[in-house]
């Protein structure tokens, strides 16, 4: 029998070089097109800074899309519903000018309905005091 030894570890290196090179081939044809040094580490920060922002993107979109898709600044009947719920009135004193159109200062308010949902939250408040979030939902089990 033959020994197969030197030819087996011929074949190997070749493939192995082969390999590097076609590595070598590939990062630089993607460096030269993304002008990114695809051998650093600043490739990964970018990527990741980069889909951080879609998701920032993202978010303001969604608040953009579901207040347009719920009316927000909706109707008169609204802003009265609100202004009785949080009793604007009662800082007149603090600031008057603001205060004298109480309609024009409640769709200002609620023009942004996840930023306000948000603040509602984070100041402690219960979020069925403004009236967006279904409190009952229909279910076919008890629960």
Known sequence: MPD??????????????NAM???K???NLHAKNSGLP??????VTFVY???????????LLNFFTMNYLLNVSGSH?????????????????QNPEIYNNNESLIDKTYRFYGWHVLK?????????LCGFFPRVT???FQV
Request: proline share 2%; aromatic share 12%; hydrophobic share 40%.
């Open 138 to 140: 229909v279910c076919d």
């Open 120 to 128: 509602l939250i984070l100041n402690g408040n219960d979020t069925e």
């Open 4 to 17: 197969v030894r030197p030819t087996t570890i011929k074949l190997i290196s070749i493939y192995i070089e």
């Open 25 to 27: 081939r590939v990062t």
């Open 49 to 59: 800074l980069t889909v951080k922002f879609a998701y920032l993107i993202n978010v």
């Open 77 to 93: 009947a609204q802003a009265e519903k609100r202004e009785k719920i949080f009793d604007l009135d009662q800082n007149q004193d």
């Open 38 to 43: 695809f051998s650093s580490h600043f490739y």
């Open 21 to 23: 090179r076609f590595h």
